[in-house]
């Protein structure tokens, strides 16, 4: 019988934490965490994004500040809001929604945010901490899949954990977290040749493609733990994952669906590296 890993519940929980957590911080600490949001241009699935990281914000008590720029906005204009919540003390985290526009260089706009305010953990100093193990912030989606593993007991050592994906973003830094966890990683993509053999040798299978339906029932050991981060829409329009959800569920040990598995994690994650920013910056002053 396969557990459906619950992703709203463990969210849930985690952001009544937070809540607990930034009211004690208020009160006793005078620390009031802050998030600072950078959107450029209109793209509808970027401003929906927004809006729930907002929301969630003020519903755990931290304040959050938007700044929605034209889509024609010069990369110098950019750098220098960047620049001035880089230096705000009332702006703990700041976050600069992706995808951007083609003619501004998100790597270099990335690269400008304080590293102790870069909440997303895109940063390269952020990112080269993540390799080490000593590190502040983990990247959302990464580390909101070790707490979901973490709150069903799933063991991770000794495991065989293949990750379809080697995005900056998901791919690339979840293998170092299950590496750091003792798992035995594999990392599959684009070029990988023999990409159903490998996964069926998976105890656990990350999927992160952004293709629906892309992992079918036969790619998948029995028994096998299968979290799903693809946001995929299919034929009907249905918001759905990588995975064939209902074939795989009756193979699988442990399987998140998509919506309500990975999803809802993401953004509880961003409010709790909001919340580790404004503990870090108030040891700094
Ligand atoms: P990406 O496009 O940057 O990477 C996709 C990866 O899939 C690439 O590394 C590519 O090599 C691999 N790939 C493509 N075709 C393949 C194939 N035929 N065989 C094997 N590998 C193949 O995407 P991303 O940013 O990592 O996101 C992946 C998916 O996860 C998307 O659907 C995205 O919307 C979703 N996502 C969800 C969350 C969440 O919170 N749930 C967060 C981030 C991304």
Redesign the pocket.
Known sequence: MVNIINGKDVSNNLRNNLKDKISQLKSINNIHPSLAVIIVGDDPASKIYVNNKKKACEEIGIKSHEFVLPSDISEYKLLQLIEELNCRDDVNGILVQLPLPSHLNEKAIIEHINPIKDVDAFHEINVGKIMTGNFEFLPC?PAGIMQLLDDYNIDIAGKHCVI????N???KPMAMLMLHRDATVTI???K?QN?SEICKTADILIA????ANFVTADMVKNGAVVID????RNEAGKLCG?VDFERVKDIASYITPVPGG??PM?IAILMKNTVTAAILQSKNN
């Open positions: 989606t379809i994906g080697r995005s973003i998901v791919g599959c993509h684009s990988t990409l992160a493609v952004g293709q981060v693809g946001i995929n990588d990975v999803g993401t």
